[in-house]
């Protein structure tokens, strides 16, 4: 009997393998431990680490308060930077303004990579204008640059004020049947989805195609706040499923546009003043017998086209939304912005509003830019680093560390009384902070990659504006923490800006 308890010749002995394998285990949580702390040194940070997932529960669970940790750490230490470990990979938190440059100056191959989401590459796919370097980045931003020409720019405004005019519309009428307050943050989330498809690519979406658009998108933004969990059944899965769609889906778009174009059509969207350019370049390459250019083919074009609607939809439904929270605690800014665009703009017009007299609202573009300063809607902007880099003098980046520079952060250094809503500070000739602390105003970037549609994006906020306060009057629904920000991915007021609205012209707009 007691040789049947003795293991069988053949077969492992099942407690010492267990006594194996937990020595193995212990041996490895030993060693990132040390791997830890030999790439943190002398930074702040926690001094252990949760074995792999790091402090990923805290950042999935409360983001503003993780960050503000280590924004808090990095201040207080004086260094200006800050140390953390999430799902395998060692952070770097960056506060300072003049390191968050030298990261920014510093994006090539044996650098800095700006990868936009930590899980960016498994998410947002190969295609991504954020992945480039060099010669090939260049070339593709030459591509890009007829998209925000004055006169381009001057098409996509009538688009989006009739986009905008349609949601306010819809808004003002919800407010009038329920009586109840609005919160905002996903009337605007619908309202700039509709404006980017329609500026985007307007005439080659069917109404379909922008149903399941927006259904993909949703699950997009789930999965970028989900764990990366890439399996079935995952919020993170189902998000890289749905941008495959949508880039087939805008890589369409791009098709059609090349044919349209091709036949001498008139530029209508986006995706038409690029196609301009790319078809006649192809063709020319075709005549040649040369191969076509770099950056044409449909589902590459398409690729590019899904960067554009990320950076414009969930950043500027955050711009959107701090901006009438702060008109609204602002009642003096709220009335020189209406008498500025009163003295350009009825609603009564019939018409919309040009170009020129867009352009000429100099307060409200202040308000718009002190907006973006306030609350940059992208706080962090993740990069990794593709080799060793010495940061300071004291501290060298280890190669395959995550950095965040905090463009959020360096919007509270250097300014003036930075915690204050003040849009004088864009607005006065004498003071002059735009350009007296110009490199502290990081919302859209800088260097090489610095965002190339942020004249678009502060057009559309501007407009947004401007259309607001001329149609409706309206109320915060004031609690306590409104205002606290939150990640939704990014930052909005904690309670999605709730509002009470009214309808403020004689006649509601329509052109």
């Known amino acids: 009997m007691v040789e049947l308890l003795l293991p069988a010749a053949g077969f492992p002995d099942l407690r010492a393998a267990a006594q194996y394998l937990a020595a193995a285990v212990a041996l490895y949580f030993l060693v990132e431990q040390l791997s830890y702390l030999r790439k943190k040194g002398p930074l702040p940070g926690p001094a252990l680490v949760v074995p792999f997932l790091g402090s990923v529960a805290h950042m999935v669970r409360d983001p503003a308060g993780f960050w503000d940790a280590q924004a808090a750490r990095a201040r207080e230490s004086g260094s200006g930077l800050a140390a953390d470990f999430l799902i395998g990979r060692f952070v770097v938190f960056i506060r300072d303004s003049e390191l968050s440059h030298r990261v920014f100056a510093n994006v090539r191959p044996d650098a800095f990579h700006l990868i936009g989401h930590p899980f960016g590459k498994r998410l947002f796919g190969d295609h991504n204008l954020i992945y480039m370097f060099g010669e090939d980045h260049k070339d593709l931003r030459r591509r890009i640059a007829p998209n925000f020409t004055p006169r381009a720019l001057s098409t996509y405004a009538a688009l989006q004020q009739r986009v905008v005019l349609a949601h306010l519309g819809r808004w003002l009428d919800q407010t009038a049947a329920t009586g109840e307050a609005t919160p905002l943050r996903v009337p605007c989330r619908d309202m700039n989805l509709e404006t980017s498809q329609t500026v985007f690519v307007g005439p080659y979406l069917t109404e379909k195609a922008r149903e399941r658009f927006a259904k993909d998108y ?43 174009m091709r036949a001498g059509a008139e530029p209508e969207c986006l995706v038409d003043y690029w196609m301009q350019d790319t078809v006649r370049e192809t063709d020319e390459a075709a005549t040649a017998g040369k191969p076509p250019p770099a950056h044409t083919d449909d589902e590459e074009l398409g690729g590019f086209l899904f960067d554009f609607l990320f950076a414009a939809q969930d950043a500027s439904t955050s711009s959107l939304c701090w901006a009438v929270s702060a008109l609204e605690s602002h009642p003096d800014v709220l009335a020189r912005v209406r008498a500025e665009v009163a003295a350009v703009w009825s609603p009564e017009s019939g018409e919309p509003m040009t170009a020129e007299k867009i352009q000429g609202m100099r307060y409200t573009q202040a308000v718009a830019r002190e907006v973006v300063r306030y609350r940059p809607p992208a706080t962090l902007v993740p990069h990794i680093a593709g080799e060793p880099f010495q940061l300071t003098e004291w501290y060298t980046v280890p190669k395959g560390a995550i950095v965040f520079p905090s463009v959020y952060e360096s919007s509270f250094q250097g300014f003036p009384t930075p915690d204050a809503f003040d849009p004088e500070r864009f607005f006065s000739e004498a003071r002059r902070e735009d350009v007296a602390y110009k490199r502290n105003f990081l919302a859209f970037g800088a260097g090489a ?8 994006a502060l057009n559309h906020l501007v407009l947004f504006l ?30 999605g800006c709730s509002v009470y609205l009214k309808q403020r012209c004689a006649s509601f707009p329509s052109f």
């Open 466 to 495: 401007a259309l607001f306060v001329s149609v409706a009057d309206f109320k915060r629904d004031t609690t306590e923490g409104c205002d606290d920000p939150v990640y939704m991915p990014t930052i909005v007021p904690r309670d």
């Open 449 to 456: 990659h610095q965002c190339v549609g942020q004249r678009y």
């Open 218 to 260: 949703a699950l997009f933004n789930v999965g970028l706040m989900a764990m990366p969990v890439d399996l079935p059944g995952f919020a993170f899965r189902r998000a890289r499923l749905a941008v495959a769609r949508l880039v087939r889906t805008l890589g369409d778009c791009a098709r059609q546009s090349k044919a349209r």
